[in-house]
Structure formats: structure tokens, C-alpha cells
């Protein structure tokens, strides 16, 4: 990670890193959503508390610490401003990130290889689960993960958070937190292609750090999390790619971007991500696999020749 394509975090709390931006809330006035603070204080908790891998904050290296999440929407996967704090300091309010995100999968010059590296995963995916799609549920799926990745607004919420759909956090904006405040928007939630599309975007490595199960209030696993992983941008050439990763951290539905802390010592350690878990596994490379132009769907599938090349 390097100074000039992140910003950092300046090292002036020694607890979760929540209270500076509450504080300024508070005494500032605002309309503040109490349910949204405690998940922002509940995910820096996590960070802090060891669910990343153990370098980030007790081994060598520049301590990572959680960008202030977005008081906006947090979601990297409701708005795609999140990533863009821990790399230029301000967010992404006219959802330019998203925008050319969704012009990349429609319109791109990478949009086949894209496609191919999407449905090889998928297939595997689908084969643990004995599931086998036509070629039009297979144009049907495609489509409609263009349709998620759209800018334009799924559906709107009242003043009065009337609406159906996920919780929203108050905006910056003082006007849309007025009681006069007719609606605000809310986007489709985007999927790991979508982030690996991203990192195209960007031209720049993600790494999403996340525990691999969701679990209830008991601590139960019940869902898989697909999110956590590598995502490379393997449509772009090395040599127009930033070389340090932008890293995220997922938990509860939202994303937060990791920046290094600001370092006081004279003695500057090098900021380093590391690519395991906490349980030193290795972290999964998404999408890595596109089996060329020339690859036929179902029939070259089960060519045990042609897979092993």
C-alpha cells in the first residue's frame, strides 16, 4: 500500500476509532440513527478484535484501522462509495464508481472475457449443487447481474422510512434529513462479480476481508459469505494497473475500506497486507479462470484434456 494512492488514517484514537465522528454528530445536531452508529461501532469492534488476520493488527507492519464508514450509505453494495474514502479522501456521491462499472458490463471492451471468467466460476459452483442452466437461464443470469449493477434507484423511501427493502442510514445532507424530506434512493445490491468488476475499474487489486459465514444472534451459521477473497484486475494490462491494493473489510452487509494509521516514529514501517486468513489460509482469487474464446459451454465442460491445460 502506498501513501500516494491511499489516504491515511491519522493515529489519534486508541480505541475503536467510532467516537470522533458520533461526537461531532451529536454536538452538531444532527438527526442521528442510533441503529446505524451501533452497527458502525459493532464493525470496527470486529475489525479491532482480531476477525482479520492476525498481522494486520498485532503483527509487523503499519497497524491497518477502518476508514470512518459513510454516514451516506455504507454498503459498498448499495451505493459503491465506500472504496472511494480510503483511497481519495471524499465520496462518490454522484455514483460515478457504479456508472462505470455498469458501462464496463454492458458496453466494455472486456465484457466477453468478463462474462467467461463469470460463468466458468459459476459453473463450478453450480456443479457442487448438481445444478445444470440452458443457454437462455445462462443469458437470463448474465442480464440480470447488469441490471443490479444500474445506477438508477430500485425503489425510494419516505421521510417516514415507509418502503420496502434494507435499512438506510441517514444521509450527510441536512436538507434529506428533514422531516420534509420526501424520499431518498436505494440501489440494487451488487455480488462478487461485481467487485471483481471493480477492480477493472480501478485498475487496481481488491482484497475483501470477511469471516466465510454469516451467523444469527446465537453465533449459528446459517448462510455462506462469498465476498471475502482476491479480486485482480486480469483484463488489464500489468503495466496500467496500480500496483497496491485497496483493501476492504466486510461485515454485516456493509463495507469499509482499511487505510494504514499515520505513523509519528521516525523509524516508518512499510504498510503490508497479508493474503490469509486468521486461520493462515490462503485467501481465495476470484474469477482467475477464463477458458478462452474458443471454449464451447457443455461440451468442452467435462473435456478432462482441455481442462487440465
Partial sequence: ??????????????????????????????????????????????????????????????????????RVVRAVLQRQDDPVPGMWG?????LMLRKSLYSMMEKGVEKEALKRRWRWQQTQQNKESGLV?????????????????SSEPRIHYGA????????LAPTTFPALNSVDSSEEPVYESLEEFHVFVLAHVLRR???????????????????????????????????????SPLVLAYDQAHFSALVSMEQRETNKEQAVIPLTDSEHKLLPIHF??????????????????????
Avoid at 90 to 94: A, P, Q, V
Fill in 288 to 309: 482467475a479462470v477464463d477458458p478462452g474464446k474458443d471454449w464451447e459451454w457443455g461440451r468442452d465442460d467435462n473435456d478432462n484434456v482441455r481442462l487440465a491445460r
Fill in 90 to 94: 471524499f465520496h462518490d456521491r454522484d
Fill in 160 to 167: 417516514n422510512g415507509s418502503g420496502c427493502g434494507g435499512r
Fill in 133 to 149: 442452466y440452458t443457454e437462455e437461464e445462462w443469458q437470463k443470469e448474465w442480464d440480470e447481474l447488469i441490471k443490479l449493477a
Fill in 1 to 70: 500500500m502506498t501513501l500516494d494512492m491511499d489516504t491515511v488514517l491519522s493515529d489519534f484514537v486508541r480505541s475503536t476509532g467510532a467516537e470522533p465522528g458520533l461526537a461531532r454528530d451529536l454536538l452538531e445536531g444532527k438527526n442521528w440513527d442510533i441503529t446505524a452508529a451501533l452497527s458502525d461501532f459493532e464493525q470496527l469492534r470486529q475489525v479491532n478484535a482480531g476477525n482479520l488476520p492476525y498481522s494486520f493488527n498485532e503483527g509487523r507492519g503499519v497497524k491497518m484501522q477502518e476508514k470512518e464508514p459513510s
Fill in 205 to 243: 487489486p481488491i482484497v475483501v476481508v470477511a469471516d466465510t459465514m454469516l451467523r444469527d444472534s446465537g453465533g449459528e451459521a446459517f448462510a455462506p459469505i462469498p465476498f471475502g477473497g482476491i479480486y485482480l484486475p486480469l483484463e488489464v494490462p500489468a503495466n496500467k494497473c496500480h500496483r
